[in-house]
């Protein structure tokens, strides 16, 4: 018998004790820019080369931040368990903790890709996607096939092609565990519903959880002081 499967959803929380600021907490990233100017389709043709600069500001902090002990200790449920981290965080700091299956439901920030590539079933043909690190891209850096490089995100308004093979881990989890997400932004946050009628769920986050479900532990605490309160309940099983 392997593993036990266990996933975790991650939203922006699991990076604020990195010293990445969420979207929606007081002084979010959303009360200081419009969601519509920056991180949106439409956005894109209004006004590209302020996306470009917001990305690029956003990629260079990540290169002056760590993963933080809640990212470690995610990494560490690997000892014990098949982990699938199902991520809407667009940072790097799950890779840089050590987990080795993640899949990025809204992209990546350091890398980049075409912006004539059209989404195929499950995200983009690799060959397409070039990782810049901390770099930064401008209006007039082109890809080899001549088109314009844009970051490889998911903004509002543009599909989300991991969403199927995020709900096939769901599916099959013993345990999922929700770590720092409001659970605002669809379909993201409906992946819990797709977990089975006796997979225990847990989420830590220190406010409150917008969702109600017979089957939710709330662990209310920050994510590196509720990821010891779930490996003790773990321990306890
Ligand atoms: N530890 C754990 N959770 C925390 C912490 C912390 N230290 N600090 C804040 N939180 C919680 C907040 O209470 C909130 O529930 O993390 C959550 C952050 O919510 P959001 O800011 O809405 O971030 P997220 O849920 O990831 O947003 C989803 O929205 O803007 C889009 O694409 C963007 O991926 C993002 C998506």
Request: hydrophobic residues 40%; contains cysteine.
């Amino acid at each position: 018998m392997g593993k036990k499967k266990l996933v975790v959803l991650t939203g922006a929380g699991v990076s604020a004790e990195s010293g990445i600021s969420t979207f929606r907490d007081s002084n979010g990233l959303w009360e200081n820019y419009r969601v519509e100017d920056v991180a949106s389709i439409e956005g894109w043709y209004r006004n590209p080369g302020l996306m470009l600069d917001f990305y690029n500001t956003r990629r260079r902090e990540l290169g002056t931040v760590k993963p933080n002990a809640a990212h470690i200790a995610i990494a560490e449920l690997e000892k014990e368990y098949d982990v699938t981290v199902v991520t809407q965080n667009v940072d790097n700091l799950h890779e840089r903790a050590g987990s080795t299956r993640i899949i990025h439901l809204h992209g990546e920030l350091t890398k980049v890709r075409p912006e004539d590539r059209c989404n195929d079933r499950d995200g983009f043909s690799e060959e397409s996607v070039f990782d810049i690190g901390y770099g930064e891209i401008h209006i007039g850096d082109l890809a080899p096939d001549g088109a314009q490089l844009r970051p490889h995100i998911v903004w509002f308004g543009e599909a989300v092609p991991k969403i199927e093979m995020a709900i096939n881990a769901v599916e099959r989890a013993g345990i999922l565990l929700i770590v720092g997400t409001s659970l605002q932004v669809y379909p993201a946050a409906g992946l819990f519903r797709y977990a089975g009628y006796d997979t225990p769920i847990y989420i830590i986050d220190p406010k409150d959880v917008p969702v109600s479900d017979p089957r939710i532990t709330h662990i209310r605490n920050v994510a590196t002081k509720g990821m010891e309160d779930f490996k003790k309940i773990l321990k306890s099983k």
